[in-house]
């Protein structure tokens, strides 16, 4: 059974709609729920369609300078007006009307960077549009993964668009979560470090590995529960690269 029993608009602006929504529980009980929506009449609604058609787009992008071997990361720094902030994100921007989302996020990385997107086949799970806010939007947001090229420009930016190119190596990835000064109230940043490809086994777009840090199996300290001349906890036991043990006099 529908809970929704009836659907309102309340305004009528081009990129975001509030909705209003008359509900009834299974218990008989009546209430309220206010919803915001990129559709621009009740036709449009997810609620009407039962479509998850994407509004939105997020372009994951790898960047390779001729002169430099290390990939960076294709990052904006861009403010938004709700935190009255800037924010680091990922370029992204909305779908026109009859685009497939894939080609908005060739689109969109062009017009906020500059650089142009090749994008890449990954599968569905990891492209396919979600939603972002679930309990006040029906909005939702496919991706786009790829290699870009070309040289940054700000050239197809709006006017009333704040938007910084970023291209961050490993460094400047580790760097962004830190605190900037006392005085933000908040992070400016809503992903950690390890969403932006950079974990400790790197794994290109292919799922073919490229890089991976060396780790030791075994922690090179002197195990703390050691007895002199005794047993030392395996864990614990101080070796070499090669996994020799390292002796240790008392």
Do not use: W
Not at 29 to 35: A, D, L, M
């Amino acid at each position: 059974m529908r809970r929704i029993k009836k659907i309102s608009q309340t305004t009528n602006n081009r990129f975001l709609n509030m909705y209003t929504l008359q509900m009834k529980s299974d218990t008989g009980k009546e209430s309220t729920y206010y919803v915001a929506s990129r559709a621009k009449n009740i036709d449009e609604l997810k609620i009407t369609t039962r479509q998850n058609r994407a509004d939105g787009v997020i372009i994951y992008s790898l960047y390779q300078d001729e002169n430099d071997d290390e990939e960076k990361i294709v990052l904006i720094r861009q403010y938004r007006c709700p935190l009255d902030d800037y924010i680091y994100e990922f370029p992204a921007g909305l779908v026109d009307e009859g685009e497939d989302f894939k080609a908005a996020g060739v689109r969109e990385l062009k017009e906020e960077t500059g650089l142009d997107l090749t994008p890449i086949n990954a599968k569905d799970m990891f492209t396919k549009p979600f939603f972002t806010t679930v309990g006040m939007t029906d909005e939702s947001c496919g991706t786009v993964y790829g290699y870009a090229k070309g040289k940054p420009s700000k050239a197809g930016q709006e006017e009333n668009e704040e938007i910084e190119i970023v291209l961050a190596d490993r460094k400047e990835v580790r760097r962004i979560p830190e605190p900037c000064s006392s005085d933000l109230p908040h992070r400016p940043l809503f992903f950690p470090a390890r969403c932006l490809g950079l974990p400790e086994t790197h794994e290109r777009f292919e799922g073919q590995q490229t890089r991976r840090r060396k780790t030791r199996p075994y922690c090179r300290r002197a195990c703390p529960r050691r007895i002199p001349d005794g047993p030392r906890c395996q864990r614990h036991v101080p070796r070499s690269r090669s996994g020799k043990e390292i002796r240790i006099s008392s």
